[in-house]
């Protein structure tokens, strides 16, 4: 009968390891079916997920209580850099986007296009300028340029820069602002001649003197060919400057003297046949005293810059066209007229002074729209105000974006840093420009120094070496850093002692 008991004993195992393989089964097919439903699910939700980033903010969005307003600040150049400089970072945290990571220092950028300088010695990266924007958890440097602006939302529309490589897709975002700052500068006038774009090179930029001064080497090189026609060479030796401005003019004094003590040392064979030519509608340095003008267009004369008088009409890949019909034939062709508003400047739906800038009041504001603010050459007075536009110089935009930094430190510390706080915030005293004069190097260790608030007014005009030594000592300590003053320096010591680099790399 034992066998019988142990048959009730294993009769409910196998039972339960039957049940086992039916549940095992059953669960399964089931799992196949929650399987597939799930993978459903999961599909659904990574398209819901996909919809969401589509609709989520891309880029920086509205600051919260808690933290620090945000200022958004559009350019790198002397009104933005300024700015950024003297902004109390305690109150705001920093978001700056330029096409550019450093400010140039323009004044002695003609200097390194023909080797007196090298090119670092003018470029200040923004980092060293304001370093909260590389320390700062909320503060940003962006590669890019501002698309378009929406003040109803206090936010831009910003699109990377890529230099035009293909590999890269430039990648659309969007920053929400408390306060921001146009400070976009302007861009060369071409007053709609054709063929400036595609064939003169402006000086502007870092980018910009080095395409000169590898063209003027390349054509210098090229001139000792053998076989080159003799009007070949002559036009390939032929350095046009179109613009009788400070920056026309001091980049010719500096071509001339590139011309006069290096061309003639190591370009023997072409020294007699390389010419500079300056081209100016009306008169050369127009915002000097008449005296120190002649004595420009007599230092200049004597260094071999022929000045010519005329208003170009059209200008072709190999020569450009006078008003007078008369063609002249270039290797190098440099633009410098002036400047005017930006394609960007143009296309904002703000009100704008006579000249086409983004209309401002007294204390850089826009008035038609809250929180905005412009400085430098792209801002100008609105006719409401009943003050003229300021010109485009340096040491405006310089002034503007210090007297701006303050005030903007002014109403943070009162409470007025965000978005739509600032209506009833005290602004203080309205901004008032002062002209501390004017400088121009010409050449041959010669420049004018006028000092004078105008032309009508009294204070010192004089030109000289004695003027030369002011210029490049007032220069020297507006350098923004420690460094750069120190490149710039041992630079122009390395040149006067070993001559001009011809290297062209």
């Known amino acids: 009968m034992s066998w019988i ?226 009007e070949e060479k002559k036009r390939l030796l032929h350095c046009v400057v179109v613009g009788g401005g400070p920056t026309g003019v001091e980049f010719s004094g ?46 200049l004369n004597k260094s071999g810059v022929k000045l010519v008088r005329g208003i170009v009409k059209e200008v072709k890949p190999q020569r450009l066209i006078l008003d007078d019909g008369t063609e002249v034939p270039y290797g190098l062709l440099v633009w410098s007229t002036g400047v005017g508003p930006s394609s960007f400047v143009r296309s904002l739906d703000l009100p704008k002074d006579p000249g086409g800038r983004i209309g401002i009041d007294e204390w850089m504001r826009v008035p038609s729209v809250q929180d905005v603010f412009a400085i430098g050459d792209c801002s100008g007075y609105l006719e409401s105000t009943g003050k003229s536009t300021l010109p485009a110089l340096a040491q405006v935009a310089e002034r503007e974006g210090k007297y701006l930094a303050n005030l903007l430190n002014v109403m943070g510390k009162a409470g007025g840093g965000r978005a739509f706080s600032a209506k009833d915030t005290e602004l203080g005293e309205p901004f008032v420009y002062k002209h501390l004069g004017s400088m121009a190097t010409i050449g041959r260790y010669k420049a004018l120094v006028d000092l004078r608030e105008s032309k009508q007014g009294k204070g010192i005009s004089m030109g000289g070496f004695l003027s030369f030594f002011i210029w490049r000592s007032a220069y020297l300590t507006r350098v923004v850093s420690w460094r750069n003053r120190f490149y710039v320096f041992i630079n122009w010591i390395t040149t006067f002692v070993f001559g001009r680099d011809t290297s062209r790399l």
């Open 5 to 230: 008991k142990n048959l009730v004993k294993i009769s409910p195992t196998i039972s339960s390891v039957g049940n086992l393989f039916r549940n095992h089964e059953s669960c399964t097919l089931s799992s196949r079916f929650c399987t597939a439903l799930q993978h459903q699910q999961r599909q659904s939700e990574t398209v819901q997920a996909a919809e969401v980033v589509q609709h989520r903010y891309e880029g920086l969005a509205p600051t919260k209580e808690g933290e620090k307003p945000r200022l958004l600040v559009l350019g790198s150049g002397w009104a933005g850099c300024r700015l950024m400089k003297g902004i109390d970072t305690s109150i705001y945290d920093v978001v700056c986007v330029s096409p550019r990571n450093h400010m140039v220092f323009t004044p002695l950028l003609a200097s390194t296009c023909v080797g007196t300088l090298e090119f670092r010695s003018v470029a200040e990266p923004i980092s060293r300028i304001q370093p909260a924007i590389s320390r700062e958890p909320g503060s940003y440097y962006f590669l890019a340029n501002c698309s378009r602006l929406d003040s109803q939302n206090h936010e831009v529309h910003c699109e990377t820069v890529t230099d035009g490589l293909s590999t890269l897709k430039p990648w659309k975002f969007k920053i929400a602002y408390d306060k921001l700052v146009l400070a976009c500068g302007a861009e060369a006038s071409t007053f709609g001649i054709n063929g400036v774009l595609e064939n003169a090179i402006f000086l502007r930029e870092v980018h910009h003197a080095q395409e000169i001064r590898r063209k003027l080497l390349l054509n210098l090189m090229l001139s000792e060919v053998p076989g080159l026609g003799g």
């Open 254 to 299: 500096e071509l001339s003297d590139f011309i006069m003590k290096d061309v003639r040392q190591r370009y023997a064979h072409v020294k007699d046949d390389i010419r500079v030519t300056l081209i100016e509608a009306r008169d050369i340095l127009s915002s000097f005293d008449d005296g120190l003008r002649q004595y420009a267009i007599k230092q």
